[in-house]
């Protein structure tokens, strides 16, 4: 394999194999900088044998023993070597004795519970929310700062202290490496459960790069979700959690056309949508309904029916958009936030038509929230080439493009931007 080829395909297999690693080493450790340290050690390491030895046929277990190994090294050899450095080499090689001889499955085992282990340290109540929301996009969902950025719309250089600040917090308290006590689940849920939302969202629609989608963030947070929906079966916001990412994700393969350019909703070939991920899908919103019983749905099962209702229409032209635009309305009013209000606008315009929906697009022009958002001045242009309005709709489209995060996306807009300024003048 050409060394570029061995090089992108390390660079696939850490982004999906850093949080395995990272929780592995926390568990002996104890320590998020020393683990993070250890893990990146393993990364150069592929990153100087791979490309002359190949990849290896387990490469998660290569890069796991290798940072082990590195860690025992520095352990042992280390100029500031003390009975605490010594005992911790001494857990390493344990780690590993124990790691050789472990069966499969229950190797897998250890693994999903370190990486549950993660994300609830990372989602720990001594750090601020949006702090949780970095750190473990960092860490479990393996994002750059400025992908974290993009997707909870903060500076980037806001997200970079978030993150500092947080594993500073983290070690000076002490926080233990585990699963906390069920009584001490529910606090700490809401923040994990908006933590796995953003992963599938960065996975859904790529907020950099030349992709559209990144399934291996899609995956992880599937996986995930189904780890807590087994440790919190009676929790309704986990499932519906759960439902949202499967109808969501069940799209994919209908998402992009032949020549890599995206296909909107209603262009989709349905038959390319993944049945069986919208039958989990639905059965987990079942299930979400279940366990909440008469208490209002929460935000994640909202989203999760009006993904149902997409998911459940025979064609485009059968989407009861009503009944979608209502969900947005409920959505609204219990989150309150910017996006929820676009997506509602969306909706209001395919149920009583584009010149409804346009005033409420025009409200949301001053939201600091939405100032980058591409997306904003796209619905605006959608919805003012619908009236007929090219001119303005081709520049809203222009607009869209300058604030586009991927080469796709831009290309797509500029060629939208290009068609309105074609179009055939309509009479006012």
């Known amino acids: 394999m050409p060394s570029s080829d061995t090089h992108r395909t390390i660079e696939a297999l850490w982004r999906e194999e850093m949080p395995r690693i990272v929780g592995g080493l926390m568990r002996v450790v104890r320590d998020l900088d020393l683990a993070e340290e250890l893990a990146q050690d393993a990364l150069v390491a592929a990153l100087e044998t791979w ?91 393996g994002l750059t700062t400025a992908e974290i950025a993009r997707a909870y719309l903060v500076p980037e250089a806001t997200v970079a202290q978030r993150i500092v600040r947080a594993k500073r917090a983290l070690a000076q308290r002490g926080v233990p490496f585990e699963v906390p006590p069920r009584d001490a689940l529910q606090s700490r849920l809401q923040a994990v459960l908006q933590v796995l939302y953003l992963i599938f969202n960065e996975g859904y629609a790529a907020s950099s ?84 019983g008469r208490a209002p749905a929460g935000a994640y099962e909202l989203q999760a029916a009006i993904a149902a209702c997409h998911a459940t229409a025979p064609a485009a032209a059968d989407t009861d958009w009503p009944r979608i635009a209502a969900l947005y309305t409920r959505l609204l009013a219990r989150t309150g936030s910017p996006v929820v209000a676009l997506n509602r606008a969306v909706a209001v315009g395919m149920a009583e038509g584009p010149a409804a929906a346009l005033p409420l697009v025009e409200t949301l022009a001053g939201d600091a929230a939405l100032a980058d958002y591409h997306l904003l001045p796209a619905v605006r242009g959608d919805l003012l080439a619908k ?13 869209a493009a300058d604030l586009a995060p991927t080469a796709r996306e831009r290309d797509w807009l500029l060629a939208r931007a290009a068609a309105c300024r074609a179009a055939p003048s309509s009479p006012g």
């Open 209 to 292: 790069g030349e992709t559209w989608a990144r399934h291996d963030l899609c995956t992880e947070a599937m996986r995930l979700a189904g780890v807590l929906a087994a440790l919190l079966p009676q929790a309704p916001e986990v499932h519906g959690l759960r439902a949202l990412i499967a109808l969501q994700a069940s799209r994919l393969p209908a998402r992009t056309g032949a020549d890599g350019q995206p296909v909107l909703l209603p262009e989709q070939d349905r038959a390319r949508w993944d049945r069986a991920l919208i039958a989990a899908g639905l059965a987990s919103l079942d299930r979400a309904r279940a366990a909440r």
């Open 51 to 141: 490309p002359r030895s190949g990849v290896p046929d387990a490469p998660g277990a290569w890069l796991m023993t290798t940072a082990r190994r590195r860690g025992i090294d520095r352990l042992r050899h280390s100029r500031m070597a003390d009975a605490r450095h010594a005992e911790l080499a001494r857990l390493m090689e344990q780690a590993q004795r124990e790691a050789d001889a472990r069966a499969q499955d229950a190797l897998d085992l250890a693994i999903d519970d370190d990486v549950l282990r993660l994300v609830f340290v990372a989602c720990h109540p001594v750090l601020p929310d949006e702090a949780r929301v970095a750190l473990t996009l960092r860490l479990v969902g």
């Open 387 to 399: 009236l007929g309005r090219d001119d303005e709709a081709g520049r809203a489209y222009a607009g």
